[in-house]
C-alpha cells in the first residue's frame, strides 16, 4: 500500500489535473508532499517500534494510513488533498521500518534471507506496478474522478490488514516467549527514550535534503541549493549529539552501526541504487504519456515486465543471499545495467509508439537484476544489526532510499526536462513540468524530441547504476582479501 502510492499517483496526475483544476505547483506538491513526510519519520518511527513493541506501531501507521488514504480520496479542492498526501507520508513512515524489524526479530540466518526476499518481492512489485493499477482504476473511474479511485483503493487492503495484523502479528512479550532462551536477552532488550533532542535535528537535517530535492522543477534559481550546506551542518550537530547521548542514554541512532561494512555499504548502495530505480519510472512515464500519447493504462502495462522480473527474482534472491553473499547483488547490478543498456538501443531504433514492445525484454533483464538488488542489499545491510536496534537501523537504511529516489528523480528529470525544453526551444514549441504532468492520451507532438530526452535521462541513471556496482565490487574485493588473510599460515 505505502510503497504503491509512490508510483501510482504519477499516472493519475492528468486525472488531478481536470477533476481538482490542479495547478502544476499544485500537482508536485501532490507527489512531493508524500516523499517529504515519509521520509521525515522514518528513523523516530523505527525507534518508536524498537522502543513500545513494532506490532503496536504497525498498526497505528497502518490504521492513519487507511483514514488518511479515505480522506485524499474525498479531496474536494488541491489543498485538502496536499494535506492528506502528507499526512498519509507520515503514516507510511510509521508503518515501514516496523517490517524490516521484525524480520529481524522472528527470523535467523536463511530463513531471513527469505523473509527479506519476499519483502523484496513486494517493494519491486507495488513500485513498478503501480503505473498499471493506476492506469486500470482511472479507466474504471473516468479521466475527472478516477484519480480518487487511486486512493480509495487502499481502504478496504487497510480494512482486512488490520484485524489480520492484530491476530498475526506477535507481540514483543509472545515473541520473548517463543525464542530460544539465549536469543531471548539480545532481542528482548528495548532501548530506553526515544531522544527528542536527535528526533528533532535528524528530522530537519532530512527535510533540509529533501526540500530542494522535491521541488527542483518548481523551485526556480540556485537560492535553494543552499539549504543542502545548511542541512550538513545540522547533520554534523546530530553526529555530535549522538555520540554524546552514547555515554548517558541509548540514542536515535547508534553510529557504531557504521563501523560494520556491511551496514555502511549497504546503505551507500541502497542510496546510490534508488537513485537511478526510482528516477527510471519517473522519466519513462513522462515519456509515453506526454511524448508518445500513451494512456495510463497502456503507461502502466509498459512497465509490466519490470515488475514481474523484480517480483520473480526478489524470491530466488531471498533464498541464496546468505549463500552468495555481496557477489549476488553485483551480479543483479550487472543485469540492471545491460537491462537498461538495452532500453536505452530500444527506445533509439524504436522512438515511436512501438516503444512499449521494443523495450519489453531488456526491462524484464533490468527488473529481474533489480530483484537480485534490493532484497539481498536489505538482507545483508541488516545482518550485523542488534535487534534492538533492527527498527531504527531500518529506518535508516529506507531513508537512504528515500533520499537517494529524491536525488535520483531531481538529477535525472533535469536532464530530462533540459532537452526537451532545449528541443522545444529550438523548434519554437514549449514545455514545462506543469506541461508534462498534464500529459497523457492525445496525439504526440514531438515524439523524437521525448525520445532524446529519455536517453539522456536514461544514460544518468545508468551511471548512476554503475556506481552502486563500483560500491558492491569493492565490498566483493574487500571480502575476498580479508577472507584470503585470515587463511595465510602464521608463524
Same mark, same amino acid.
Given at each position: 500500500?505505502?510503497?504503491?502510492?509512490?508510483?501510482?499517483?504519477?499516472?493519475?496526475?492528468?486525472?488531478?489535473? *481536470?477533476?481538482?483544476?490542479?495547478?502544476?505547483?499544485?500537482?508536485? #506538491?501532490?507527489?512531493?508532499?508524500?516523499?517529504?513526510?515519509?521520509?521525515?519519520?522514518?528513523?523516530? &518511527?523505527?525507534?518508536?517500534?524498537?522502543?513500545?513493541?513494532?506490532?503496536?506501531?504497525?498498526?497505528? $501507521?497502518?490504521? &492513519?494510513?487507511?483514514?488518511?488514504?479515505?480522506?485524499?480520496?474525498? +479531496?474536494?479542492?488541491? *489543498?485538502?488533498?496536499?494535506?492528506?498526501?502528507?499526512?498519509?507520508?507520515?503514516?507510511?513512515?510509521?508503518?515501514?521500518?516496523?517490517?524490516?524489524?521484525?524480520?529481524?526479530?522472528?527470523?535467523? $540466518?536463511?530463513?531471513?534471507?527469505?523473509?527479506?526476499?519476499? %519483502?523484496?518481492?513486494?517493494?519491486?512489485?507495488?513500485?513498478?506496478?503501480?503505473?498499471?493499477?493506476?492506469?486500470?482504476?482511472?479507466?474504471?473511474?473516468?479521466?475527472?474522478?478516477?484519480?480518487?479511485?487511486?486512493?480509495?483503493?487502499?481502504?478496504?487492503?487497510?480494512?482486512?490488514?488490520?484485524?489480520? =495484523?492484530?491476530?498475526?502479528?506477535?507481540?514483543?512479550?509472545?515473541?520473548?516467549?517463543?525464542?530460544?532462551?539465549?536469543?531471548? +536477552?539480545?532481542?528482548?532488550?528495548?532501548?530506553?527514550?526515544?531522544?527528542?533532542?536527535?528526533?528533532?535535528? %535528524?528530522?530537519?537535517?532530512?527535510?533540509?535534503?529533501?526540500?530542494?530535492?522535491?521541488?527542483?522543477?518548481?523551485?526556480?534559481?540556485?537560492?535553494?541549493?543552499?539549504?543542502?550546506?545548511? @542541512?550538513?551542518?545540522?547533520? &554534523?550537530?546530530?553526529?555530535? #549529539?549522538?555520540?554524546?547521548?552514547?555515554?548517558?542514554?541509548?540514542?536515535?541512532?547508534?553510529?557504531?552501526?557504521?563501523?560494520?561494512?556491511?551496514?555502511?555499504?549497504?546503505?551507500?548502495?541502497?542510496?546510490?541504487?534508488?537513485?537511478? !530505480?526510482?528516477?527510471?519510472?519517473?522519466?519513462?512515464?513522462?515519456?509515453?504519456?506526454?511524448?508518445?500519447?500513451?494512456?495510463?493504462?497502456?503507461?502502466?502495462?509498459?512497465?509490466?515486465?519490470?515488475?514481474?522480473?523484480?517480483?520473480?527474482?526478489?524470491?530466488?534472491?531471498?533464498?541464496?543471499?546468505?549463500?552468495?553473499?555481496?557477489?549476488?547483488?553485483?551480479?543483479?547490478?550487472?543485469?540492471?545495467?545491460?537491462? %537498461?543498456?538495452?532500453?536505452?538501443?530500444?527506445?533509439?531504433?524504436?522512438?515511436?509508439?512501438?516503444?512499449?514492445?521494443?523495450?519489453?525484454?531488456?526491462? =524484464?533483464? =533490468?527488473?529481474?537484476?533489480?530483484?537480485?538488488?534490493?532484497?539481498?542489499?536489505?538482507?545483508?545491510?541488516?545482518?550485523?544489526?542488534?535487534?534492538?536496534?533492527?527498527?531504527?537501523?531500518?529506518?535508516?537504511?529506507?531513508? &537512504?532510499?528515500?533520499?537517494?529516489?529524491?536525488?535520483?528523480?531531481?538529477?535525472?528529470?533535469?536532464? !530530462?526536462?533540459?532537452?526537451?525544453?532545449?528541443?522545444?526551444?529550438?523548434?519554437?514549441?514549449?514545455?514545462? *513540468?506543469?506541461?508534462?504532468?498534464?500529459?497523457?492520451?492525445?496525439?504526440?507532438?514531438?515524439?523524437?524530441?521525448?525520445?532524446?530526452?529519455?536517453?539522456?535521462?536514461?544514460?544518468?541513471?545508468?551511471?548512476?547504476?554503475?556506481?552502486?556496482? %563500483?560500491?558492491?565490487?569493492?565490498?566483493?574485493? @574487500?571480502?575476498?582479501?580479508?577472507?584470503?588473510?585470515?587463511?595465510?599460515?602464521?608463524?
Amino acid at each position: 500500500m505505502t510503497l504503491l502510492d509512490v508510483s501510482i499517483v504519477n499516472v493519475a496526475l492528468p486525472s488531478l489535473k *481536470a477533476g481538482l483544476h490542479a495547478s502544476p505547483d499544485d500537482l508536485q #506538491w501532490v507527489l512531493s508532499g508524500y516523499a517529504l513526510a515519509f521520509g521525515l519519520v522514518l528513523v523516530p &518511527a523505527g525507534r518508536l517500534g524498537d522502543t513500545h513493541g513494532r506490532r503496536a506501531a504497525f498498526m497505528i $501507521g497502518l490504521a &492513519a494510513f487507511t483514514l488518511t488514504s479515505a480522506a485524499a480520496g474525498v +479531496a474536494t479542492g488541491p *489543498a485538502w488533498l496536499v494535506a492528506a498526501r502528507f499526512a498519509q507520508g507520515l503514516a507510511s513512515g510509521i508503518l515501514n521500518p516496523q517490517v524490516a524489524g521484525l524480520i529481524q526479530q522472528l527470523f535467523q $540466518g536463511r530463513e531471513r534471507g527469505r523473509a527479506f526476499g519476499l %519483502l523484496g518481492a513486494v517493494i519491486g512489485l507495488s513500485t513498478a506496478i503501480g503505473p498499471l493499477l493506476g492506469g486500470l482504476l482511472i479507466s474504471a473511474g473516468g479521466p475527472t474522478d478516477g484519480w480518487r479511485w487511486v486512493f480509495y483503493v487502499n481502504v478496504p487492503i487497510g480494512l482486512v490488514a488490520l484485524p489480520a =495484523a492484530y491476530r498475526l502479528l506477535p507481540s514483543h512479550q509472545e515473541i520473548g516467549r517463543h525464542q530460544p532462551e539465549q536469543d531471548r +536477552a539480545a532481542s528482548g532488550s528495548r532501548p530506553t527514550g526515544l531522544d527528542p533532542v536527535g528526533v528533532v535535528l %535528524l528530522a530537519i537535517g532530512v527535510v533540509l535534503i529533501l526540500l530542494p530535492l522535491v521541488e527542483e522543477q518548481q523551485w526556480h534559481g540556485s537560492l535553494k541549493w543552499l539549504l543542502l550546506a545548511a @542541512a550538513a551542518a545540522v547533520l &554534523a550537530v546530530f553526529v555530535l #549529539w549522538e555520540r554524546r547521548r552514547e555515554d548517558r542514554a541509548d540514542p536515535l541512532v547508534d553510529l557504531k552501526l557504521f563501523r560494520f561494512r556491511s551496514y555502511s555499504l549497504g546503505s551507500a548502495i541502497a542510496l546510490v541504487y534508488f537513485s537511478g !530505480f526510482t528516477a527510471i519510472f519517473f522519466i519513462f512515464t513522462l515519456y509515453v504519456q506526454a511524448g508518445l500519447g500513451y494512456s495510463a493504462l497502456l503507461a502502466g502495462a509498459a512497465m509490466t515486465p519490470f515488475a514481474v522480473g523484480s517480483g520473480v527474482a526478489s524470491a530466488l534472491g531471498g533464498r541464496v543471499v546468505t549463500k552468495l553473499g555481496r557477489p549476488l547483488i553485483a551480479v543483479g547490478l550487472v543485469m540492471v545495467g545491460l537491462g %537498461l543498456g538495452g532500453t536505452l538501443l530500444a527506445v533509439h531504433l524504436v522512438p515511436g509508439r512501438g516503444v512499449g514492445w521494443a523495450t519489453a525484454l531488456p526491462l =524484464a533483464l =533490468a527488473g529481474l537484476g533489480s530483484g537480485l538488488v534490493i532484497a539481498p542489499n536489505q538482507t545483508i545491510t541488516l545482518s550485523e544489526v542488534p535487534v534492538r536496534y533492527a527498527g531504527s537501523a531500518a529506518g535508516v537504511l529506507q531513508t &537512504a532510499q528515500r533520499i537517494g529516489s529524491a536525488v535520483g528523480i531531481a538529477v535525472v528529470g533535469s536532464v !530530462f526536462f533540459a532537452v526537451v525544453g532545449a528541443a522545444a526551444s529550438n523548434s519554437g514549441g514549449s514545455n514545462s *513540468a506543469g506541461s508534462s504532468s498534464g500529459g497523457g492520451g492525445g496525439r504526440p507532438r514531438d515524439p523524437g524530441r521525448w525520445a532524446d530526452a529519455f536517453q539522456h535521462g536514461l544514460a544518468v541513471a545508468i551511471g548512476l547504476v554503475v556506481l552502486a556496482l %563500483l560500491i558492491a565490487a569493492y565490498d566483493v574485493v @574487500a571480502t575476498y582479501r580479508k577472507a584470503e588473510g585470515s587463511t595465510e599460515p602464521t608463524g
